[in-house]
DNA sequence: GCAGTAGCGCGTATGGCATACGCAGAGAGT
DNA sequence: ACTCTCTGCGTATGCCATACGCGCTACTGC
């Protein structure tokens, strides 16, 4: 069986990305490498979206056939994960001397930021546990940022899954409904104010007295853009860890 | 052009959710309907998946040929939208002495209810802001809760934004991974052990002492369940949401 | 009553997709 | 030199969404 060895229980294609896994030496030479395979499917998925990529496209454009992919990947989702791994790269190192609000900021901004560059990594199904190299660093440095606050390690771990679910909702909503948004040919901007003019039609002030009022407010037309939604939704969080941190002290 | 009516840029068949679109009584009688149609395709959802749903599939569900389904439905995603709107169905009515926080925690304890029983909402893909009957009508109840607090419109909906986002992510996660994990042959009460497990595999407390740290405590083996997860979490942001509130005033 | 016509169901066809299977040749270990 | 494993890949299967156009239905205006 391909899919598993030295009883990690993880695919074979993933064990090879941690670095296990030497080569046999007996057949003949690999003509490819995960790694370009990989960057193939990435550079599709960067210029045409994750859709755009199959098996079939990422071996043409690597000039092997599409089943030659095989004997480095076993399925399709194994090269997914592969290439979310390869959306974050490493993580940003951390400056030591900051309190953990502020580098846990930087943390997440720099996720964020890794999603904005590759913004089909949002939509790479998610079916198991951060597990492939660069996600368990990037994980590593966000614990480090919690290191010296009192929470146990059953909270940093809640505190960690919490805000980079937060930044992944987040970069989903905005990167991909703006692109969707984009696709129908208006402009991003103009995205929020037209969803309001939406929800005008569609709704009355007696069954929908709260969104009739906060429409008849006008501050959908002027959100304030994709950014400070999320610095809004980021401080808000971290005052709540905030405050379970000093109910602790 | 089928796509578009009445100049709410909708799709033919959302606007027949809202109950826009008369029949014309023109040509032969309808012999399905939208609804049958949704209820179809949700029964195969919650029996083997949302991968499972195709138009194939409902059709013959129903009884009829594929292309049938495309009189009712320009598009499957279309089909997927009306299935999620459906999911969610009408929220609950909250009842209107309680304070903003306890009326908020029970709407968001009701939306997530919601995607347990529909696990497969969790992955349709959102290709634009809540605009089906369901959704909207949840976002009523959901701003109603924050009426009487002092925060803006805008603020509102940005909270509500947040807390949204987290419900449908924590329920991505819990029962994405969960299912992922049981397909895999083992129990879902394993997944936290068996992560940590392959954790301690793949990390060493050279590069990866946080993890290790965290890994030693042993807290991954009892992480409490789901359930504990989520309410941490909600229990943070709506902490962080306090506190803005009482800034306020 | 009758023609026109819009809405209906559906058969057929196109062009995608992941991937199972097995073959031919490479090349290291014996 | 022989064997055995690993390589690349051609072929084939069985999915999928959906474009297109035909024949029919049943209501509207005459």
Redesign the pocket.
């Known amino acids: 069986m391909a899919t598993e060895e030295s009883g990690t229980g993880l695919p074979a294609s993933i064990e090879a990305a941690w670095g296990l896994r030497e080569?046999?030496?007996?057949?003949?030479?690999?003509?490819?490498t995960l790694g370009r395979i990989v960057d193939a499917a990435v550079g599709i998925a960067s210029a045409d979206g994750l859709g755009?990529?199959?098996?079939?496209?990422v071996?043409s454009e690597l000039?092997?056939?599409?089943?030659?992919?095989?004997?480095?990947?076993?399925?399709?989702?194994e090269?997914l994960m592969l290439m979310e791994d390869a959306a974050y790269g490493p993580p940003p190192p951390g400056e030591p001397g900051k309190d953990w609000r502020s580098g846990f900021t930087d943390w997440a901004r720099a996720l964020r930021t890794a999603y904005a560059r590759h913004p089909w990594a949002v939509n790479v199904p998610i079916s198991a546990p951060p597990s492939t190299p660069n996600s368990v660093a990037w994980m590593e440095r966000g614990l480090a940022c919690l290191r010296r606050t009192n929470l146990s390690e059953g909270e940093k771990i809640s505190v960690l899954m919490l805000v980079s679910g937060f930044v992944r909702n987040e970069a989903r909503m905005t990167f991909d409904i703006l692109a969707a948004h984009r696709r129908k040919g208006q402009s991003p901007e103009s995205a929020m104010a037209s969803w309001a003019k939406l929800l005008e039609k569609l709704t009355d002030a007696e069954h929908f007295p709260a969104v009739t009022a906060a429409l008849r407010t006008g501050e959908f037309e002027t959100p304030g853009g994709p950014d400070d939604e999320f610095v809004f939704g980021l401080e808000r969080i971290l005052d709540g860890v905030e405050a379970l941190i000093s109910a602790r002290s």
Chains 1, 2 share one sequence.
């Open positions: 080569r046999p030496g007996k057949g003949p030479r690999p003509g490819l755009a990529v199959s098996m079939s496209r071996a000039g092997v056939s599409t089943m030659s992919l095989y004997r480095y990947v076993s399925a399709k989702d090269l």
